[in-house]
């Protein structure tokens, strides 16, 4: 699956502006969005295209950006809710393009020790021909696997064990892949 990863955080005294120009923003653009302030947690939840996950940009009270997870659960430093993700192989290149441009303003304007891993490799290449082939390549094994499914019957059997159902689809994708 084709995701950004990132991590960082705002300085004290820029997160409310860094709010504040992100609902401008997702206002302009027409985006479904959710700003979240309260006394843990300040930030904003973007809906960029509706098969894109929610792009979040929120901070805990350290400043540190975290994910959407941290606002359901305890987490202590080091969990899982410092590394944030957005998911983006079911919408388009241009919103994997234009969440990787907003993220580079981020860190320029708010976020300078912002690190970001793209599984698309745009945020280190700017080549959208190299992102559409990944893109391309992930949505033809996605249908690759759908079709192998498709073509075998796995057991509708309520007594076989998830290993064994785990097991019976790794076959069938071995004999067909």
Not at 114 to 119: A, G, I, K
Request: with cysteine; proline share 2%.
């Amino acid at each position: 699956m084709l995701t950004i990863h990132y991590s960082g955080s705002v300085e004290e005294t820029k997160k409310r502006s860094l709010i504040n120009e992100l609902t401008d923003i997702s206002n302009e653009m027409e985006w479904d969005h959710t700003v979240i302030d309260d006394e843990d947690f300040l930030g904003i939840i973007m809906n960029v295209h509706k098969d894109c996950e929610s792009f979040a940009i929120l901070t805990d009270s350290d400043n540190k950006l975290v994910s959407m997870i941290a606002l359901m659960k305890d987490l202590q430093p080091g969990d899982e809710r410092f590394y944030v993700s957005v998911k983006t192989n079911f919408a388009t290149t241009d919103i994997h393009i234009t969440i990787i441009k907003l993220l580079k303003y981020l860190k320029k304007k708010y976020i300078p020790n912002l690190q970001v891993l793209d599984e698309g490799d745009y945020w280190q290449t700017e080549d959208k021909e190299l992102l559409q082939e990944k893109f391309d390549f992930l949505l033809k094994k996605l249908d690759e696997i759908t079709d192998a499914l498709e073509q075998e019957s796995v057991p509708n059997d309520k007594t076989l064990s998830v290993n064994d159902l785990v097991k019976r689809i790794e076959d069938i994708l071995r004999r067909n892949m």
